[in-house]
């Protein structure tokens, strides 16, 4: 029985098959959605825990203080060597799991920006894959320079190595 705000009302006995059909049907409904719930946690739970509590290797960093889920190395090639001077050519070796890796290269004269350029180290890059040690703000002189390794994947950066080079006059 139940009060319907005037007067207590009974109940009807649920004993038609389409009744317990439903009821049978929003059980499984809600056993499936604490199912889905559960997985949704787990993989999330699994993918923070992956992430672990220490930087990158490789000498770099995730941005923000996160740690970064993927790893590089480089290396430099003079396309001249033995020595980098200034109108010549770089290239770098690189190794990582990262899906979109790029290369930046900056240099300085006496603590003054001097050059700046980007290269894609992932299959289908366009452009070629050599830094010219020149620009018109670098006319002459030695500089001393960073190439920085990072992946860049829906506008978010992490850095993965560092390589110091300076170039000769």
């Known amino acids: 029985m139940y009060w319907n705000g005037t007067s207590w009302q009974a109940e009807e006995p649920i004993s038609s098959a389409s009744t317990r059909r439903r009821h049978r049907l929003l059980g ?9 719930l559960l997985m949704f946690g ?30 590089g190395s480089m290396t430099m090639e003079m396309v001249s060597p033995p020595d ?25 004269q006496s603590g003054r920006a001097v050059y700046h350029s980007t290269i894609g180290y992932y299959g289908g890059w366009p452009w070629g894959d050599t830094f010219i040690m020149e620009s018109t703000d670098w006319t002459s002189g030695g500089a001393a320079c960073v190439a920085t390794l990072y992946n860049s994947y829906n506008g978010r950066v992490t850095n993965l190595a560092t390589y110091p080079f300076s170039v000769m006059p």
């Open 28 to 36: 499984a409904t809600a056993e499936a959605g604490l199912i889905t």
């Open 42 to 71: 787990l993989i999330a739970g699994t993918a923070l825990a992956a992430k672990g509590g220490g930087g990158a290797a490789g000498g770099g960093h995730g941005g923000g203080g996160k740690p970064a889920r993927y790893a």
């Open 84 to 108: 980098v001077n200034h109108g010549e050519g770089v290239k770098f070796t690189v190794a990582t799991n990262a899906p979109w890796p790029f290369v930046d290269v900056d240099c300085t």
